[in-house]
């Protein structure tokens, strides 16, 4: 275990070592003097030699003026200025070698991009008092030995975190950053992550773990942190890996709805077998861009979409380039006639996440997506590629990430299933993994708008439910009738089964918006179980969310 202790303040060092310089003068002074044999020589020294000594008296005392000066600017640099972040999301590092604090200054670019006020910040900096002024908070912090926090941390772990505070009004975000070859993978940012729950702090969404640098992980982080702003594309902080599938069809599932179009895709890999993934994983999509818009790109700047030009250390064409990326804010006739200056202006798509719906032995990935708008009326940037632009046969950009955090539980324990919307995707994939599994201990409760139109795989669930798979479904409709009735309204209601279960030793996934419904949900658990059942549950494992 560390034994390290809080650092030594900055400023402080150079006031010791000028305090040491000037003694060691003196005392050679003093010894040199010892040597002097015989008077000391009478006459005056020139006017010259004067000057040329008070200058570098002068030169010297200057030079010390200016370290302590810029030792005392590094000291308060990093000191958290109360006025200036009080409505400011903070991002706040703790880093034993240096990645944390690495991605905190990209955390902090990506939130400055989508309009965020930043306040940026050491965690050994923060105290209490300053900890109950902020609002919004995302941790980014390492675990280092055996799951031991960073050193620079040790500090705010036994000044403030040994304390119990009121954090009530502080919506934060953990970023944990670990290797899985040691036993305590991420613990100090689980740790940070208990003690914030414990003093009322309400999450902005939950603890992501990083395994070694993971650039998926690190991509799901951004996906979050991107949400937290005005909804503007930011670019992926790593590029992508994508490999080429296939739309092989969609159905729209909801015509009519008054909540938008969802639909269920098909998608195929473009050569090879299916590859493997588990119910919970998610499904990553590199967008396009509609060819009209590209074709008005083209129009606008004069160029021919079948240009060469060189794009991600890449050969292809103009137009392959702009279906692909963000386009420069800039007058098109910027561009006119240089094809090559347009691409070096572009950047990357950023991707866009799916719970997967399916599993291999579907024979395919399904999505399950609803169509998207932005304020102007324009589709939203993957919602409309899949739902609206790409065509059944046309190549997706897609990879599979793991999401160990959403896999099953064994076949033997309870599943208590609950989602809204197009979050029923991910927990269709954990009914259809019980199914395989033998497992017909299964509470599934859905909300949706409308019987009418959003009763989405109603065939399908009355199957499951007249099978012995799923004994228990609760379907809530928020716009029938005169009230509006929720998905954690039906499990309020079912307050008795919900504790029988749980001790039972029943497991509850979540699936679905990560507004409104995620934070109703467990508001209602920690109401029917209790505070500490429910933290216990999440401690546990046995209290899981996916939510967007």
């Known amino acids: ?145 055996e799951g031991d926090p960073p050193d620079s941390a040790l500090g705010f772990v036994r000044r403030v975190m040994s304390q119990t505070l009121p954090l009530h009004t502080l919506r934060y975000a953990v970023l944990a950053l670990g290797d899985r070859e040691y036993a305590q993978f991420c613990a100090f940012g689980h740790q940070l992550d208990d003690w914030l729950r414990r003093q009322g702090a309400q999450p902005l969404f939950d603890l992501v773990e990083v395994d070694n640098a993971d650039d998926s992980a690190l991509r799901h982080w951004q996906h979050h942190i991107g949400q937290l702003g005005d909804g503007s594309d930011a670019q992926d902080w790593s590029t992508p890996r994508y490999e080429s599938w296939r739309l092989r069809d969609r159905v729209e599932l909801n015509p009519g709805s008054i909540g938008g179009p969802v639909f269920l895709l098909s998608l195929t890999p473009g050569s090879g077998s299916l590859p493997d993934w588990a119910a919970g ?78 599993l291999p032995g579907d024979g395919a990935l399904h999505l399950l997506v609803r169509l998207m708008h932005h304020a102007d009326g324009t589709a939203g940037l993957g919602s409309g590629w899949l739902c609206r632009h790409a065509q059944p046969g046309d190549a997706i950009a897609l990879r599979i990430r793991r999401n160990p955090n959403f896999h099953p539980p064994a076949a033997d324990v309870p599943m208590i299933l609950i989602g809204n919307g197009t979050g029923l995707a991910g927990l269709r994939a954990h009914l259809k993994a ?94 029917i179980l209790g505070e500490d059942k429910a933290e216990a549950l999440r401690t546990a494992g046995r209290y899981r969310r996916d939510v967007y």
Not at 327 to 340: I, N, S, T
Not at 484 to 499: D, M
């Open 1 to 145: 275990m560390s034994t390290a202790g809080p650092s030594p303040r900055h400023g402080s060092a150079p006031l010791v070592g000028n305090a040491l310089v000037m003694l060691s003068l003196a005392a050679c002074a003093w010894l040199f003097a010892g040597l002097h044999e015989g008077d000391w020589w009478q006459a005056s020294p020139s006017r010259a030699r004067v000057c040329i000594a008070a200058a570098a008296l002068l030169a010297y005392v200057g030079l010390v003026a200016g370290i302590l000066s810029r030792a005392r600017k590094r000291d308060t640099s990093g000191q958290p200025a109360m006025l200036a972040g009080s409505d400011a999301t903070w991002v706040v590092h703790a880093s034993q070698t240096g990645f944390a604090m690495e991605l905190a200054d990209m955390t902090a670019a990506s939130l400055r991009q989508g309009g965020v006020a930043v306040q940026r910040a050491g965690l050994e900096r923060l105290d209490a008092a300053q900890l109950q002024a902020i609002g919004r908070a995302v941790f980014i912090v390492s675990t280092t030995g």
């Open 281 to 358: 994983d998610i499904a990553e999509i590199g967008p396009c861009r509609a060819m009209a818009e590209v074709d008005e790109v083209l129009q606008r700047t004069g160029l021919a979409g079948d240009v060469p030009v060189q794009w991600q250390d890449h050969a292809q064409s103009l137009a392959q380039v702009l279906v692909r990326s963000q386009w420069p804010v800039a007058d098109h006739e910027l561009w006119r006639g240089d094809a090559q200056a347009l691409a070096d202006a572009c950047t990357p798509l950023p991707h866009r996440e799916y719970s997967i719906a399916s």
């Open 434 to 527: 019980r199914a395989l599994a033998g497992a017909t201990r299964n509470w599934l409760l859905f909300g949706e708008r409308q019987r009418a139109h959003d009763a989405f795989l109603a065939d399908e669930l009355a199957a499951w439910q007249a099978q012995g798979l799923l004994p228990h479904l609760d379907l809530t409709f928020s716009r029938d009738g005169d009230a509006h009735r929720y998905v954690q309204h039906a499990l309020a209601s079912h307050a008795n089964r919900l504790r029988q279960w749980v001790e039972e030793g029943a497991a509850v996934y979540v699936c679905g918006s990560l507004a409104g419904m995620a934070p109703d949900v467990d508001a209602t658990l920690r109401r």
